[in-house]
């Protein structure tokens, strides 16, 4: 794998010593404009090095692009004293699994798959015609139901994958003034059984986590907070392979926090933890702030990457 890091120590001027108690040293779910997140991969990166995040992973949706573009040969290099991990997040659909209360989706982190497994690409590429598929026949539903978004998406969207999800066209139905908010777009249009809302195709978790595993990666459930009470369901997805369970995302509070945990500790599973920033509420340190990831968390999470080689030596 042709991969860089930054240097690890006495390169950068803020070590761990200087930052705030509590400040979370890693994040392992972000977004950024290669899915549906707001910015850059670059500022994101430098954004998170400034809050204090020192192993940092981009969990984009379906693709592996903002890795790739940060670690190219030529690229800048990356902040001192930040280690950046490659992750996608699949936001798998519950076929086969009796997921009534999941709303018909489970995301699935895939943390520290190799960016050269050409499977793995493979299937992300799979999930990508998905999303896309599913993007347009959205826009038709919205101009059907009488909210005709397309005038305030950017012309250029379908040129790519990167923005082809729901929070583009909450943004767009906010633009045109369908919705006060993206919060609101999704609460009274674009939520599951609103009148905006298409089924999602593609992979099931327990093929996602499959593929994850096969390359390389840890699996890991995002922000499923009913997890506790989902232990058999738990079990069925370790039966293939999951090994993660994220639970220290910035949106928990403590007592759900507390019970993540337990379930994670109980049923042997690496807990990660991630603001899932994507830029909607502001600049990064806020979302930041949100996120509780202590410092032994931390350890095992990164234990865990290590072992699966990350974060890359030069
Ligand atoms: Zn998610
Ligand atoms: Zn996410």
Redesign the pocket.
């Known amino acids: 794998m042709a991969l860089r890091h930054a240097p690890q120590d006495g390169a950068g001027e803020s070590p761990a010593a200087e930052l705030p108690r509590g400040t979370a040293m890693a994040d392992l779910h972000t977004h950024t404009r290669r899915s549906d997140g707001v910015l850059e991969p670059a500022e994101l990166v430098r954004q998170a090095a400034a809050a204090g995040v020192r192993l940092l992973a981009i969990a984009d949706h379906d693709n592996l692009a903002a890795y790739r573009e940060l670690t190219a040969p030529g690229a800048a290099p990356l902040p001192p004293g930040l280690s950046l991990v490659p992750a996608v997040?699949i936001?798998a659909v519950t076929k086969g699994l009796d997921l009534a209360l999941l709303e018909g989706e489970l995301?699935v982190l895939g943390i520290g798959v190799d960016p050269d497994d050409e499977a793995f690409e493979a299937a992300i590429a799979a999930q990508r015609g998905a999303r896309r598929a599913r993007f347009t026949k959205t826009v038709d539903r919205l101009q059907d139901i009488g909210l005709p978004v397309e005038a305030h998406l950017d012309p250029s969207i379908m040129e790519s994958d990167d923005a082809l999800g729901r929070p583009t066209l909450a943004r767009a139905l906010v633009a045109g003034g369908f919705a006060e908010s993206v919060e609101d777009a999704f609460r009274r249009i674009l939520g599951h059984g609103m009148p905006g809302y298409v089924s999602r195709t593609g992979m099931g978790p327990l093929e996602a986590i499959r593929a994850i595993r096969a390359a390389g990666g840890l699996a890991s459930i995002?922000?499923l907070a009913e997890a506790p009470t989902r232990r058999q369901l738990l079990l069925d997805l370790m039966d293939a392979g999951l090994d993660g369970l994220e639970t220290h995302h910035a949106s928990f509070d403590e007592e759900t926090r507390r019970a993540m945990s337990a379930t994670a500790v109980e049923l042997g599973l690496v807990e990660t933890g991630g603001t899932?920033y994507h830029g909607d509420l502001g600049p990064y340190a806020g979302s930041h702030a949100r996120l509780v990831m202590p410092e032994d968390v931390v350890a095992r999470a990164s234990d865990a990457l290590r072992t699966r080689g990350w974060p890359a030596r030069p």
């Open positions: 997040e936001n995301h995002a922000h899932d």
